[in-house]
């Protein structure tokens, strides 16, 4: 793999919201990337947390003694197993560490929007919805994506019904059209020769869709959806109606991703030994017998050795947890998303799904920046979950080498993967959950309910480009002030860009921008579908025009269309792509090898 120079790696498509898609092998993120790490006692506060807002109704529970005694006392009585890249941890939680969860409860419920009936999920920046559609909407849209199920189910798979990867924008082949209006070969994007990140044959189309300004929130997508065929004007409403769903997930997201609004720890700090009786070496150098046993004993010690772990404030929950100095609308905006629509089949003969990849959404082509997805329908099959992690940096303030403190302080272990797991979220039909693309995300498995059925799943996925991106944030009303609402007015804290947790994703200007960072969109990508084509011209065209006139407008269009199997061929070559993709970013950002503290 070949690495770029800094200054070509650093001065495109570095604007915008926080993204994963950097070099983190490249040799300059020595001490790892991403936030610093949270303690193991913290982590196990975030499971405790996000049990208790699991119970139905919980925000009207916070104030009864009756249940804050119960849930005080299940978790005085609960070993929280905390997940870290090496094995479960057993945690305890004291009950100071139980109050300030319970204290805490009231900035969760402040943040709870009732409107919407969306709140945060399993951990941070993560949100979801039980009511994403009510029945008569599931129903319906489900009803109107059986136009694209033309095949029947066979065996246990996934589908994409509704497939980026077919008709993507084929750099050197696909058509767009320029700011002078005319139709040329999408160009390659640049340094992509120096960057794993950035493909230099295909990216995603996103649609552009335009959001209310005001009034009920409604969305219309403003160019063709790809793999929806333009006239299934049902389907294109249902899609347009589960997006206008999305909206206030994505933008909660977006708002506490965004670089004004810091993600303070609840327990930040390092720990340190309070004793420093080290076991004695052996007298003689040649004491093979002898060394061997201090190098054990050394080690037990190192893992037992009495320690001072970094704790809550003595004053308990600061409050405040609600508090952001930006909140991100995307109202009157027009924003890209790219839509994929996956029906998963279990049968009986192989009665599990087993899940997909650890992964984030996209390339740095595509910019993808947040992302939902929503269960349209469940039948016959065990709740399906997303699990999160985060790769984290090294923590700061102790002696390097020191695994004794990293193992029982943070769970990082010396050259295991630097990432720490961050909960789970379960999806039922109708639910809905949102995420930063900064999280890597994996589904969990599925299985039948009763085996001697087969089951299905269909979810929804609306993955959002950066909508501070050039070309993302016009308004598609020209009365409409987008200052209003574009984040990226908004004044920021000043900060060191070469102390970014995503070093340059900051999105001050520090890093460049411009024409090139522009993610094309279907609206200036004609339609690359040959059928799409051909049923528009036989739909358009005089019935007594002879067919050898339809053939001859084909032949002459070819060059820009894409006919089923060679769609099929790209389709496949894509995917294969992005599975060696998520194996080498997995191994260059999300698991690097953990080297010690950062001084």
């Excluded at 994506?145 to 994409?160: D, E, F, K, Q, S």
Aim: glycine fraction near 8%; include cysteine; hydrophobic fraction near 35%.
């Amino acid at each position: 793999m070949t690495t770029a120079p800094e200054a070509l790696e650093t001065t495109k498509l570095s604007r915008g919201y926080l993204h994963p898609f950097w070099n983190g092998g490249s040799g300059r993120y020595l001490y790892g990337v991403g936030e610093l790490p949270r303690t193991l006692t913290e982590l196990a506060m975030c499971q405790l947390s996000a049990t208790i807002r699991r119970t139905d109704g919980w925000w009207t529970k916070l104030n009864d003694p009756a249940w804050r005694c119960h849930w005080n006392n299940a978790a005085r009585n609960t070993v929280f197993n905390v997940r870290t890249s090496t094995g479960l941890t057993g945690t305890f939680l004291s009950q100071k560490h139980i109050e300030y969860v319970l204290d805490e409860l009231e900035g969760y419920r402040a943040l709870r929007d009732a409107d919407a009936n969306c709140e945060v999920s399993c951990f941070d920046r993560i949100w979801e919805t039980s009511a994403a559609h009510d029945p008569d909407s599931l129903h319906s849209l489900q009803q109107e994506l059986n136009v694209l199920r033309t095949t029947p189910p066979a065996g246990t798979h996934c589908r994409n019904i509704v497939n980026p990867y077919l008709y993507p924008l084929v750099y050197g082949r696909t058509l767009v059209r320029d700011r002078a209006g005319h139709l040329v070969p999408a160009p390659r994007p640049p340094f992509a020769q120096f960057n794993y990140t950035i493909s230099d044959a295909f990216a995603c189309l996103p649609t552009p869709f335009a959001v209310s300004a005001a009034g009920p929130l409604r969305v219309r997508a403003r160019a063709y959806i790809n793999g929806v065929p333009p006239w299934q004007h049902a389907l294109v409403r249902g899609l347009e109606g589960a997006l206008a769903r999305g909206v206030p997930l994505l933008e909660r997201v977006l708002t506490d991703l965004h670089r004004a609004n810091l993600l303070p720890h609840r327990i930040p700090g390092t720990c340190r030994y309070t004793t420093w009786d080290e076991p004695l070496t052996p007298e003689h150098s040649d004491d093979e017998d002898g060394w061997a046993t201090y190098q054990r004993e050394l080690r037990a010690w190192a893992l037992s050795r009495p320690i001072q772990y970094p704790d809550v404030s003595e004053e308990g929950y600061p409050g405040g947890l609600e508090e952001r100095r930006v909140r991100v609308s995307l109202r009157g905006r027009t924003v890209k998303v790219i839509v994929k629509v996956s029906d998963i089949h279990i049968h009986p003969n192989h009665p599990t799904f087993d899940g997909t990849p650890w992964h984030a959404e996209g390339m740095r082509n595509e910019r993808i920046v947040a992302s939902t997805v929503q269960c349209l329908s469940m039948s016959n099959v065990t709740p399906i979950s997303l699990a999160f992690r985060m790769p984290v940096r090294a923590p700061v303030g102790c002696a390097a080498d020191d695994e004794g403190a990293t193992i029982r302080t943070w769970g990082l272990r010396m050259h295991a993967p630097s990432h720490q797991f961050l909960g789970t979220a379960a999806l039922h039909a109708g639910h809905a959950v949102a995420w930063p693309n900064i999280y890597q995300h994996r589904y969990t498995d599925v299985r039948l309910e009763d085996a001697t059925r087969p089951g299905m799943l269909t979810l929804l996925h609306l993955h959002l480009v950066d909508p501070e991106l050039p070309g993302t944030h016009d308004t598609h009303d020209n009365k409409h002030d987008s200052s209003q609402h574009d984040s990226s007015q908004h004044d920021s804290p000043p900060h060191d860009c070469k102390n970014d947790a995503y070093a340059g994703a900051c999105g001050c200007g520090c890093g460049g921008g411009g024409a090139a960072d522009e993610v094309p969109a279907t609206d200036r990508v004609p339609p690359q579908d040959a059928a799409w084509v051909r049923a528009a011209l036989e739909a358009g065209v005089d019935a007594r025009v002879p067919s050898e006139i339809l053939e001859r407008i084909m032949a002459f269009a070819q060059d820009a269309l894409l006919g089923a199997a060679e769609a099929g061929a790209c389709a496949h070559a894509m995917r294969e792509e992005r599975v060696r993709f998520w194996k080498e970013h997995n191994q260059l950002w999300f698991s690097l090898p953990f080297a010690g503290f950062e001084n």
